[in-house]
C-alpha cells in the first residue's frame, strides 16, 4: 500500500493460500434468502449422493425474522466459526414460510451457518 493512502471498504483485502488469492467471505455481496416465523427456510436441491437425487434440508437460525446470505465463490476463505450444514449439486431452491425466495445453480453448493444469523452459500 503506497504512504499516505486511505484503504476503502470496497477495496478487497487479498490474502494469499499457497499461489490461490483468497477473499474473505465478508467482502461478498449479502442477498436476502427468505423470511420466517418459525426461524427455518428449506433448501431444496440436487445432490447425486442422494438415491434419488432430490435432497430436502431445513436451514435453522437463532430467531424469527429476515435472513441474508453472503454469496461467495471458489476464492472465498470462509471463517472457522461456520459450519457445513448441506452441500448440493446443479441447482438449490430455497422457500420461507410462504414462497420460493432464491434460486442457485453451479457445480457444487455449500450452505454454512455461523451463530444466530450468520448464513454463506458458497457457488463453485
Same mark, same amino acid.
Not at 470496497?10 to 426461524?39: F, W
Not at 441447482?91 to 434460486?103: A, F, M, N, S, V
Given at each position: 500500500?503506497?504512504?499516505?493512502?486511505?484503504?476503502?471498504?470496497?477495496?478487497?483485502?487479498?490474502?494469499?493460500?499457497? *499461489?490461490?488469492?483468497?477473499?474473505?467471505?465478508? %467482502?461478498?455481496?449479502?442477498?436476502?434468502?427468505? !423470511? @420466517?416465523?418459525? &426461524?427455518?427456510? #428449506?433448501?431444496?436441491?440436487?445432490?447425486? *449422493?442422494?438415491?434419488?437425487?432430490?435432497?430436502? %434440508?431445513?436451514?435453522?437460525?437463532?430467531?424469527? !425474522? @429476515?435472513?441474508? &446470505?453472503?454469496? #461467495?465463490?471458489?476464492?472465498?476463505?470462509?471463517?472457522?466459526?461456520?459450519?457445513?450444514?448441506?452441500?448440493?449439486?446443479?441447482?438449490?431452491?430455497?422457500?420461507?414460510?410462504?414462497?420460493?425466495?432464491?434460486?442457485?445453480?453451479?457445480?457444487?453448493?455449500?450452505?454454512?451457518?455461523?451463530?444466530?444469523?450468520?448464513?454463506?452459500?458458497?457457488?463453485?
Amino acid at each position: 500500500m503506497q504512504p499516505g493512502r486511505v484503504l476503502q471498504a470496497t477495496e478487497p483485502q487479498i490474502k494469499l493460500k499457497g *499461489e490461490i488469492k483468497m477473499k474473505n467471505y465478508k %467482502e461478498y455481496d449479502k442477498e436476502y434468502i427468505g !423470511g @420466517s416465523d418459525i &426461524a427455518t427456510l #428449506v433448501l431444496v436441491g440436487f445432490n447425486r *449422493e442422494v438415491d434419488n437425487g432430490l435432497k430436502i %434440508e431445513p436451514l435453522h437460525f437463532g430467531g424469527d !425474522g @429476515s435472513y441474508n &446470505a453472503y454469496v #461467495v465463490d471458489a476464492d472465498a476463505e470462509i471463517g472457522n466459526h461456520y459450519k457445513e450444514v448441506a452441500s448440493f449439486n446443479s441447482w438449490l431452491k430455497i422457500y420461507d414460510d410462504e414462497e420460493l425466495t432464491k434460486r442457485f445453480e453451479a457445480d457444487n453448493i455449500t450452505v454454512y451457518r455461523a451463530a444466530e444469523m450468520g448464513c454463506i452459500i458458497k457457488l463453485h
